[in-house]
Structure formats: C-alpha cells, structure tokens
C-alpha cells in the first residue's frame, strides 16, 4: 500500500479509507516497536520510502504489511543563519537532497561565502554530515540551521591538527622567537577577559587570557573549572567566535577576539 501522508495519524486515517478499518481498530508497528498518533512526523522516526509497516486490527484479529510514504521526497522550508546575513533567510529543500547539495545552494545564494568544504551546518548543536539526506537529519518544518565557516589552514597548521598538536600558550607578540617575558605593563595590556558559554544556555564563564595565547587554552582551563563551577562539557566540541569556527592553535589576535567576547561551545568534531 502507498501510502503519500507524513504523520502516523494520517497513516491510519488512509488506511481506514482504503481498507475500512477504523484508525481506534489500529495498531502501527515498525521495528518492533508501536507507532503513537502523538509520534508524530513518521520520517522522523525512521521510517523511508519502502519502509514495512506492520498494521494489527483490532475489529479483523489479523496483521496487514503497509508500505511507508515517501517521506525522503517531502519538501522543508527552512532558515538558514549564515555569518554573511544579518537575520536567517528562507530556504525550501527536498527530502532527498544532501546536506552537502544544501550547503552548495547556500554558497550559490550567498556569493561571499568560501568554498564548500569550508562551510558547517549544525542542527541543534549537532554537526550535519554531508553525505546524508535532508529527510535523514531530523529537520523539521521551519527550523533553523546554523551554518559557520572552518579556518582556512596552512599546509603546516593542518599536519598540526591532525596530528593532535594544541600548542596551548604563546607567549610571545608576534611568533618568532622573542624571549623572556616583557615588562608587568605590557603584559596586563595584552590581557583579556572573554565570556565562553559551556554548552545549551548554561551561565557563561569569565575567563581572563593574554591575547598572544593560542585559543587552545580555553579548552584546557574549561575542563579544569567544570567540576567545581558546576556546568558541564560535550565530550566532543568545538569553539565559535562571531559564527566562525575557531583554530585553537592560532592565537586570540588572530581571530580578532576583543575585550569581553562572547565563544560559544559546540557539540561535535570539525575535520580540518
């Protein structure tokens, strides 16, 4: 039976329609487990096109096999928050569309944005892959997707990532190899004090940095005040500073952070 609704109360009331079976005479199961009416939107749940859906009847006392809607054709609309719009825009995409298509549309849309492999999409503080569809990432109707941009990496830096080199503190003005500290003014002038917020709206943590160290110390003084400050950490994440994903082996200068700075803490893993 095809099946061209998206709800699993629609579900039933086609099923009704086509087989006289009352939808209060229904039972929906799929993957052993039994489908609500306030489940909801089905491909939300799993269920693709071609998927089997088990109906029990209540009023026949017999089980019929269902074929699932072509959920992976519906259509969204969606808002896109990229860091070249002041406010997110509109965009209606295919089920069966990429996250990467999606993120090539955008880049098509917004022409001063870099290339492809540069641009993230992250659903509720998740990453999207982009080899998986639209009707695979559990967007909804109107939802907002954010969309940062990953640093641009010298071939040196990119080995260093890599290879799971954070170089935490740089000390010095400029990377060479100046020495021995500067004088006390000097080095309170450089500090700054940045507000990190840890994960899902917690309260933000001060911080105070000298902004010649590397943005890996964030990470590394987070991790040391989570226990006794009380809010917690991802095991994965990453830093965004101004929608744009952070390098935490380049310094706070380079990612222009100013005095009092907002970064936020992502869920996930950035491959650079």
């Not at 100046?178 to 309260?203: C, D, F, H, I, Y």
């Not at 830093?239 to 009092?260: A, L, P, S, Y």
Request: include cysteine.
């Amino acid at each position: 039976m095809e099946i061209d609704i998206h709800t699993i109360h629609e579900i039933k009331q086609k099923i009704e329609t086509l087989a006289g079976i009352p939808v209060s005479g229904q039972t929906l199961v799929f993957n052993g487990q039994v489908l609500k009416d306030e489940d909801g939107m089905a491909f939300c749940l799993g269920i693709r096109e071609g998927s089997r859906i088990q109906l029990l009847s209540h009023t026949l006392g017999q089980a019929m096999v269902a074929e699932a809607p072509p959920a992976a054709r519906r259509s969204l609309r969606l808002r896109i928050k990229a860091p070249s719009s002041p406010a997110p825009f509109i965009m209606e995409v295919d089920g069966d569309e990429t996250v990467r298509r999606l993120k090539e549309r955008i880049q098509e849309r917004e022409m001063t944005l870099p290339g492809v492999d540069r641009l993230v999409l992250q659903l509720r503080n998740k990453v999207l892959p982009d080899d998986i569809s639209v009707s695979e990432s559990d967007l909804v109707e109107d939802e907002q997707v954010d969309l940062f941009i990953t640093p641009r990496l010298s071939p040196a830096a990119r080995w260093g990532a890599r290879g799971g080199i954070v170089r935490r503190l740089d000390r010095g003005g400029g990377g060479g190899g100046g020495g021995g500290g500067g004088s006390g003014s000097n080095a309170s002038g450089n500090k700054l004090t940045v507000k990190v917020m840890p994960w899902e709206g917690q309260r933000k943590v001060h911080i105070e940095v000298n902004k010649f160290m590397r943005a890996g110390v964030l990470r590394a003084e987070l991790e040391r005040r989570q226990a006794t400050e009380g809010f917690q950490l991802p095991a994965d994440y990453f830093f965004i500073h101004n929608q744009v994903v952070m390098e935490e082996d380049r310094t706070f200068v380079w990612h222009e952070v100013n005095q009092g700075d907002t970064i936020d803490v992502f869920r996930g893993k950035i491959t650079l």
